[in-house]
């Protein structure tokens, strides 16, 4: 199975910016890539989304503006750029892998392939 190696998790002040890496490593990657976040007591969120065969970046509504998702084929790694920080945008944050129709791709049970997570923690 393809292993998810997430980085780029740390302590940010808010307002400031962070970017999460992804690398899908050691075998056939899944059509889809997302990112989902959880924060604790918290149902895990879906935060973005993007395919390798489009480019086109699927984002949560209340993120758009501030996160943006991209792909880099070549290197097999997905990003998720993250801007203007929240104290709320503190959670761990899970790379995942998988192949959902368009209308199930927001749905964490979409995926089945997760990365370890990376805290990303929003704090003055």
């Known amino acids: 199975q393809v292993q998810l190696i997430e980085s780029g998790g740390g302590l940010v002040q808010p307002g400031g910016s962070l970017r999460l890496s992804c690398t899908a490593s050691?075998?056939?990657?899944?059509?889809?890539m997302a990112w989902f976040r959880q924060a604790p007591g918290e149902e895990r969120q879906f935060v973005a989304a993007v395919r390798w065969t489009n480019s086109n970046p699927y984002l949560s509504e209340s993120l758009r503006g501030r996160f943006t998702v991209s792909r880099d084929i070549a290197k097999s790694t997905v990003y998720l750029q993250m801007n203007s920080l929240k104290p709320e945008d503190t959670a761990i944050y899970y790379c995942?892998?998988?192949?959902?129709?368009?209308?199930?791709?927001?749905?964490?049970?979409?995926?089945?392939?997760w990365g370890q997570g990376t805290q990303v923690t929003v704090s003055s």
């Open positions: 050691g075998g056939s990657r899944s059509p889809t």
């Open positions: 995942a892998s998988g192949s959902p129709i368009l209308s199930s791709l927001r749905r964490a049970s979409a995926y089945n392939n």
